[in-house]
């Protein structure tokens, strides 16, 4: 499974970003999906996660109301859209694939990460 993410960038306080993850490969649209975050000097952190048909989702509480992740399983393409982004909100974001929603909603869950894309928000 191989995973590309792109759509970061910089955005102004109070803005909005959405960013895409593309899933190749034979077996990727059976798995669930995540994004997690990481800022400079932190760790990384989860997101958000959708399983392999969108029927479930988990979401970190602190971006519940402002984050929403969703699937396009035809286009095999995972979303992120970010909402009343704030500057804590910077940091490099991974798209990532786990076999269950709770097990990508856990970095030792995930078994492919993809790249990150940067996402900086200016205060």
């Known amino acids: 499974v191989q995973l590309q993410a792109f759509g970061g960038g910089l955005v102004q306080a109070g803005g909005s970003l959405r960013l895409s993850c593309a899933a190749s490969g034979r077996t990727s649209s059976g798995y669930a999906m995540g994004w997690f975050r990481q800022a400079p000097g932190k760790e990384r952190e989860s997101v958000a996660a959708i399983s392999w048909n969108g029927g479930s989702i988990d979401y970190a509480d602190f971006v519940k109301g402002r984050f929403a992740i969703s699937r396009d399983k035809a286009k095999n393409i995972v979303y992120l859209k970010m909402n009343s982004l704030e500057p804590e909100d910077t940091a490099v974001y991974y798209c990532?694939?786990?076999?269950?929603?709770?097990?990508?909603?856990?970095?030792?869950?995930?078994?492919?990460w993809g790249k990150g894309t940067e996402v900086t928000v200016s205060s």
């Open positions: 990532a694939a786990g076999v269950s929603v709770t097990r990508t909603r856990a970095a030792d869950g995930i078994d492919y």
